[in-house]
Structure formats: structure tokens, C-alpha cells
């Protein structure tokens, strides 16, 4: 956490010299400390995330990779008027416990073009989808596989 605060401090400031660098990180060295000692933040969850960084990385690319093909997806539909799309609302339930991979598969949904979640209530979402095709295997989708080792990763550290 301490790095990213003395991230933000240099992409704040524009440009890094010595004594931008030394202010940046003693400014950062105070604000984790006072996340530890006065906001009840602990250095071990920093110590979790660094260790499952690479499963968040793959994900990040899974995430990436699935919005371009539903970009192409919805390219085929807008300039192929071969068919005419079939919208439909979907729900479904989801087998992640956390409310954190909840959130990010809800996110990623909304983030895929064709595809947006209209709610999620404890493990339960309701999906609209753009065609009844991109409404198939959404409950065991690469999200859900991804996010699922994800929150094994976490949970175990």
C-alpha cells in the first residue's frame, strides 16, 4: 500500500527528482502507518494480495481477452443484420462466497459489451444480455473459474 501511495505521489507531482522521490516517501511511510495505527489496517492483507498478484494479473488478461471477443460479438450483430438479436434477462447463482469476487464478476459482466448486471443479491444475479446466445454458460463462465481460484488464493494466505 505504501508503494502505491508513493506511486500516486510521483504521478501527482509529474516528474521525479531526488527530493520528490524523499518527500513521496516519507509521506507514504506516514500515511500506511497511520492506515495501521489509526483505521485498524493490516500489513498482512498487503503481504495476501502481493502473494496472489500473478492470479490477478491472469485474471486482468482473462478479463481483457472476453471483452474483445463480445466486441466482436457485437460487431457481427451490428453489421451483419443476418439475424435480428433476441435479448433476454437472465439470473442465475453464483458459487463465490466473497463479497469482494461477487462484486468483480458483477463488474466484469457489465464491462463485457452485450452483457450488463441489473442486480446481485448474495450469490444471485440477474443479467441482461443482448442475445439469448451470450446468456449460455454465464453461471460457470472463465469469470467465475478465475475468480473462484482467486478466492481460494486469498482465503488460504
Not at 28 to 33: F, I, K, L, N, Q
Not at 135 to 144: H, R
Request: charged residues 15%; glycine residues 8%.
Amino acid at each position: 500500500m505504501a508503494l502505491l501511495f508513493f506511486v500516486f505521489w510521483v504521478i501527482c507531482n509529474g516528474r521525479l527528482t531526488l527530493e520528490i522521490a524523499l518527500f513521496g516517501i516519507a509521506f507514504s511511510v506516514v500515511g500506511y502507518a497511520f492506515m495501521i495505527f489509526f483505521m485498524g489496517y493490516q500489513w498482512r492483507y498487503d503481504l495476501m494480495v502481493a502473494r496472489n498478484l500473478p492470479q490477478l494479473f491472469r485474471y486482468v488478461l482473462v478479463l481483457i481477452v472476453e471483452i474483445a471477443k463480445a466486441n466482436l460479438a457485437m460487431a457481427g450483430f451490428i453489421f451483419g443484420a443476418a439475424r435480428t438479436p433476441e435479448p433476454v434477462l437472465v439470473t442465475f447463482t453464483t458459487p463465490l462466497t466473497t463479497s469482494l469476487g461477487r462484486v468483480l464478476l458483477a463488474n466484469s459482466i457489465t464491462l463485457t459489451p452485450g452483457t450488463i448486471t441489473v442486480s446481485m443479491r448474495e450469490g444471485e444475479f440477474q443479467v441482461h444480455c443482448y442475445d439469448k446466445s451470450m446468456a449460455v454458460g454465464l453461471d460457470s463462465s472463465v469469470f467465475v473459474t478465475e475468480l473462484m481460484k482467486l478466492e481460494k488464493g486469498l482465503q488460504a494466505g
